[in-house]
């Protein structure tokens, strides 16, 4: 079955061709995937700390997550790995019932995702609205900063804060103004380097100049060995040793249904962040596939799950990772960090890597949103500035469903009072209503307020060419409306309804008049004549 929604899904083969991969492309997706690599690491770890597992489950779940989702996800070039906004919902269930727990869990996350995957639910990403994805970029760039101020900790003591600015000593005096000089000198080496040349990505020359400078000087700066040893082997294959029954199924279902959700959605906004940078577009099913197949085989070897991550997203296509060559080469480097490098990368000082997320933050950021808050509607605005708020005090699957349904009830109650009707009489006497704007849920009480049976003439005519009847409340209004109408024995006609109006308008249909300009859609409640709702059957 995976098989040949894999095929319907034009799964991209991945193959490395010479005519294709040139040697400057591969110069370039090289050194991009070993710039994602080096920011990884201190992100794998300290959302280790956060979900309360070792280090080493966050840097497995970066390797097998990150591979998995560059050979097979839905967009190129973006990548994939252990994030926060999981790990905060992992740690109640690693605190009260272990980390084989959390295994499963991420197994049972993988399947829903690959279900959602396989029934095209990816697709439904479109119905976020324009202001719901400034607020998240926004809400994420401020996320993304706040995470790096840990690192101004002392080192030892970041780890008790958790994924908050909670606990920890902060540094001061010297150690601070070191500190902040080396995050200062990465940003500008990377400022520079992007504009006056192209041979180095410009993350990995700010990240390699500043080591360079640190362990020369042999400068007393944190460093990525100061959060914890990323030394170890290859990951083994694992199956998590929990109870085989419902009891285990209770505890385990509700966080691997959130932890899905929160999955699909970063990940889904990622790829379309991602499209916007790259002028790519679609793969939703197939990213969320992807993510589906990662996570179950990281789940079995020992990882925390992940999903994408819009930092190393950005850090990626802006140092010019744009094929799915860079997002391997990203998984296969740190698995070399983690097998041969531990030494030589737990000498490269936090600073620099905190320099690089810092210029993510500002690339991120929409910093535009400040100059049409003032211009865009107030209901747009308040949006923006609701799921903003909401990504950083709460999470992002949360901010992105409340700005959703924020955005729908401000959308149904502006289209609830374009309902109206312009009226006239026709040379014989009868009353023509002229409905304009959509009928539905919202409007239907407002369509019925438009009438005034017991003043109209015996003929009355609604004519709906300018008007859309979008649902079962809709027609349920027509019908009343009718049936006063015949309760005082007066005539009414209904023109220009669409041919599955004439159908589900069961008690009215003798009242609809046949035009050959009558619309032609559907309305979506053929559920309510085979239940009788509208009466008849």
């Known amino acids: 079955m995976l098989a ?37 690491v201190p992100e794998a770890v300290a959302f280790a700390f956060v979900a309360g597992v070792h280090p080493l489950v966050g840097l497995y779940a970066a390797f097998i997550v990150g591979l998995i989702t560059a050979l097979i996800g839905g967009r190129p070039g973006m990548i994939s790995g252990a994030t926060g906004a999981l790990a905060v919902v992992m740690v109640s269930l690693v605190a009260s019932y272990g980390v084989e727990y959390l295994f499963a869990t991420v197994v049972l996350m993988g399947l829903l995702q690959m279900a959602a995957g396989v029934l095209r639910l990816g697709k439904f990403i479109r119905l976020v609205p324009h202001p719901v994805m400034l607020g998240f970029v926004n809400g994420l760039a401020i996320v993304i900063f706040m995470a790096q ?25 010297w150690p601070l103004a070191l500190m902040l000089g080396l995050v200062g000198l990465t940003m500008g080496i990377i400022w520079a380097a992007g504009r006056f040349q192209r041979l180095i990505p410009a993350p990995l020359a700010g990240i390699g100049i500043v080591a360079a400078v640190v ?14 040893s990323i030394k170890g082997g290859l990951p083994q294959f694992h199956l998590p040793s929990v109870p085989l029954n419902l009891e285990t199924l209770r505890i385990i279902f509700p966080y691997a249904v959130i932890l899905a959700m929160i999955g699909l959605i970063e990940s889904l906004l990622t790829l379309n962040l991602v499209g916007e940078i790259t002028g790519k577009r679609g793969g939703a099913s197939q990213e969320c596939v992807a993510q589906g197949v990662a996570n179950t085989v990281t789940g079995f070897f020992g990882g925390m799950g992940g999903c994408a991550m819009i930092g190393q997203s950005m850090i990626n296509v802006k140092s010019g990772g744009r094929t799915r060559l860079a997002g391997v080469a990203a998984a296969l480097f740190l698995l070399g960090f983690i097998l041969f490098g531990s030494s030589a990368i737990e000498q490269i000082p936090l600073a620099a890597l905190v320099g690089v997320m810092f210029m993510v933050v500002i690339g991120t950021f929409a910093w535009n949103s400040f100059r049409i808050l003032r211009r865009v509607p107030r209901t747009d605005a308040f949006v923006i500035l609701l799921v903003t708020g909401v990504t950083v005090l709460e999470d992002l699957a949360t901010a992105v469903v409340v700005g959703v349904i924020v955005s729908a009830l401000a959308y149904a109650w502006q289209n609830a009072r374009r309902i109206h009707a312009r009226t006239y009489l026709t040379d014989g006497g009868a009353k023509v209503y002229q409905i304009q ?24 005519i609604i004519d709906f060419a300018d008007s859309r009847v979008a649902d079962q409340s809709a027609l349920s209004a027509i019908e009343t409306i009718a049936a006063k109408y015949q309760a005082l ?29 009558d619309p032609d859609y559907e309305i979506a409640v053929d559920y309510s004549v085979r239940t009788g709702m509208l009466g008849g059957h």
């Open 437 to 460: 704007g959509p009928l539905f849920f919202g409007s239907a009480e407002g369509f019925s307020e438009l009438f005034t049976p017991a003043d109209d003439p015996d003929e009355v």
């Open 215 to 228: 362990i020369g000087f042999g400068l007393e700066v944190p460093r990525v060995g100061d959060l914890a």
């Open 4 to 40: 040949s929604f894999a095929g319907r899904l034009s799964v991209p083969e991945i193959k490395f061709s010479r005519d294709h991969y040139t040697p400057a492309l591969v110069r370039t997706e090289l050194l991009s995937g070993l710039t994602v690599a080096l920011a990884l």
């Open 489 to 517: 024995g007066k005539t009414i006609q209904l023109r220009h309804l669409s041919h599955d109006c004439h159908q589900l308008l069961s008690r009215a249909g003798q009242l609809i008049v046949d035009s050959d300009d």
């Open 149 to 173: 101020l840990t690192q101004f900790q002392v080192p030892g003591t970041a780890e008790a804060g958790g994924h908050g600015l909670l606990g920890g000593e902060w540094l001061t005096g």
